[in-house]
């Protein structure tokens, strides 16, 4: 019966309206981004994990699991932060420059 009524995916996942882990940038959350839920909850999510966004007029963002989660940031502010991330995995040799 749970197999029919989704209670094994929710003890799985957590329930919708919980589903994302929300992860402190200090405890090693690097290629993570921060973004707060309309009802004022930050949460953390893995950059490499995201599959699009739309602007709605708030933003959705769809993760590659299905989920997606509704957020006060605009699309160009997490565009700004993925830039940011990718930027800093980016190593230049000083001597390449003239």
């Not at 490499?48 to 502010?77: H, R, W």
Request: net charge positive.
């Amino acid at each position: 019966m749970d197999r029919i009524s989704g209670n094994r995916l929710k003890e799985r996942r957590g329930s919708y309206s919980e589903s994302g882990v929300i992860q402190d940038p200090k405890d090693g959350g690097k290629s993570m981004i921060r973004v707060t839920r309309l009802n004022g909850e930050v949460l953390y999510l893995n950059i490499l994990q995201i599959e699009s966004m739309e602007s709605i007029p708030e933003t959705k963002i769809k993760m590659m699991n299905g989920d997606y989660f509704l957020v006060k940031d605009s699309a160009d502010s997490v565009i700004a932060q993925l830039k940011a991330f990718f930027l800093s995995c980016i190593a230049i040799d000083g001597g390449l420059t003239k």
